[in-house]
């Protein structure tokens, strides 16, 4: 009877636009790429559903469970670093092959949340150096959001002025004031066309595993890293930017059994999410950050919906232009990249690494096939002991 009270207290249609945001921004930036990971492993049309339908109930379950049982906002995401190894790197891996694959990844990073050592590992990381992490992650968004007016000066320029008019005289309802003037401009222009869309159930697909040597060091070790290094550790920089003290390695630890559970249906990997994540716990979310956790709840039952029907999300996702998504997502989270840049720089003894790990984030580097996010970290804390030696 508490828990429901509490919903009822807590609900705002604040947090219900910005679970919303955070779905409409997950799929229509990455699904693509769970397309090509799928069709790459001679995928058909049912297997791509059914990766569809795994992912979706598996980033659920990873919203809804870790959020009720904290009530801190906790939003999973599928790896897209991960999808895109897949996808560039199948190198004749079959189906059957990559579930194993997938069923590998899954128990490492099981175990990297029993064990505890990856949260050690984050909490010795200054909050300065997090900060900084996620504002050059944000960063990206932001200007993308900005470079997006020379494809669709109309369009951006009417969310941008919804944004500036919410921020000023609505700043709960901003994101909805931006998302509300977008789909209406679209729809004015006729540029929205639902009208081919069949919803119906997906139905989900069992892949017998097979376990190859190949398969496990070629896809699921790297699969592991990659989705721990860029995708976990900028999804916890997030939560901790946002200065909320989340259990960490008991939900890792719910992202890997739950995706160990789904991979013979399709589920690659499965993460905190981090840019999805920071719209869900900013202010636009709710004024008071004790009532954020409904937006990582309608996000979660959101993906599960998704996940039932997804045989047409990919198509009703397809359905907005680029550059509405773009500035959607950049727009909505200039907030936070704003908060992480004042907390990434508030400390001078800090504020040169942290500095130079928000520069590295915001580059875009790649070595090694490893992101950013992780070298970032790297350069920062390099930066860091050199700069405290006496």
């Not at 897209?80 to 694959?101: H, K």
């Not at 700043?171 to 006729?190: D, W």
């Not at 992202?255 to 202010?283: C, D, K």
């Not at 599960?304 to 047409?312: D, E, F, H, K, L």
Request: charged letters at 10%; glycine letters at 10%; a positive charge.
């Amino acid at each position: 009877m508490n828990l429901f009270s509490d919903l009822k207290r807590d609900f705002s249609v604040s947090a219900l636009i910005a679970g919303a945001v955070v779905v409409l921004v997950g799929y229509t930036s990455s699904g693509a790429i769970i397309f090509a990971a799928c069709k790459a492993l001679g995928g058909t049309a049912d297997d791509i559903a059914s990766w569809m339908w795994a992912l979706g109930w598996g980033m659920g379950i990873c919203c809804i469970a870790p959020t009720l049982r904290y009530r801190i906002p906790v939003v999973a995401a599928w790896s897209t670093p991960g999808a895109a190894l897949i996808a560039t790197s199948a190198n004749g891996i079959t189906m059957p092959e990559a579930i194993g694959a997938f069923l590998l990844s899954s128990a490492l990073i099981a175990l990297a949340g029993v064990s505890g050592a990856f949260e050690r590992l984050m909490n010795r990381i200054p909050l300065g150096l997090g900060s900084a992490l996620l504002a050059g992650i944000l960063l990206r968004f932001a200007l993308d959001a900005f470079q997006s007016v020379s494809v669709e000066p109309l369009l951006i320029l009417a969310m941008l002025a919804a944004h500036l008019i919410g921020r000023r005289w609505l700043p709960r309802y901003s994101v909805a004031l931006v998302l509300a003037t977008g789909a209406a401009i679209l729809l004015a222009q006729s540029r929205l066309n639902f009208a081919t869309l069949q919803f119906s159930l997906a139905s989900p697909k069992w892949t017998s595993p097979v376990f190859s040597w190949q398969a496990m060091i070629g896809l699921g070790v790297p699969l592991f890293v990659v989705t721990m290094i860029s995708q976990n550790l900028p999804g916890i920089a997030a939560i901790r930017a946002a200065k909320y003290n989340t259990p960490i390695s008991p939900t890792i630890t719910l992202t890997g059994v739950v995706n160990f559970v789904l991979a013979p249906f399709g589920a690659l990997g499965l993460n905190l999410a981090a840019i999805t994540a920071a719209i869900a716990m900013s202010p636009e979310a709710h004024p008071d950050a004790r009532k954020r956790y409904i937006a990582a709840l309608v996000t979660g039952v959101l993906y599960c919906i998704a996940g039932a029907y997804g045989s047409v999300v990919g198509g009703l996702f397809a359905s907005f232009p680029r550059a509405f998504i773009v500035a959607l997502a950049g727009l909505a989270l200039l907030t936070t990249l704003g908060n992480s840049l004042g907390a990434a720089l508030t400390d001078e003894t800090e504020r040169e690494s942290a500095l130079i790990a928000f520069l590295v984030a915001a580059s875009g580097l790649t070595l090694f096939g490893i992101g950013s996010a992780f070298w970032a970290v790297v350069a920062g804390i390099s930066a860091r002991m050199i700069l405290r030696r006496r």
